[in-house]
C-alpha cells in the first residue's frame, strides 16, 4: 500500500455508482489495493467515469481513509 502524496499511481475503476457519486479505483501494484472515490475527484470536472477506465491518481488521507484523488485519464 502507498502512503498519502507518497506518488501518482496507475489503476483501473472497478466500480462507480452515477446516481450515488461513488466508485473505487483498483491499483495496478502488486497488491492491487482498491481505493474508493466521490465524483469531485474526478480532475476533469465531469463528475462521472465509466467503469474500466484505466487512470493516474493521487492518494490522499481523508477522515482517516485514504482515497483516490485527482483521478485522470491513463
Not at 481505493?35 to 476533469?44: Q, T
Not at 463528475?47 to 485514504?66: D, E, H, N, P, Y
Amino acid at each position: 500500500m502507498i502512503s498519502p502524496g507518497e506518488a501518482t499511481l496507475l489503476g483501473t475503476v472497478t466500480e462507480f455508482v452515477d446516481a450515488r457519486g461513488l466508485g473505487e479505483i483498483t491499483a495496478s501494484t502488486p497488491d492491487a489495493t482498491v481505493y474508493p472515490f466521490h465524483c469531485v475527484s474526478i480532475a476533469d470536472g465531469s463528475r462521472t467515469i465509466q467503469v474500466g477506465a484505466a487512470v493516474s491518481f493521487a492518494v490522499l488521507l481523508k477522515l482517516g481513509l485514504r482515497e483516490a484523488a485527482d483521478i485522470r485519464p491513463a
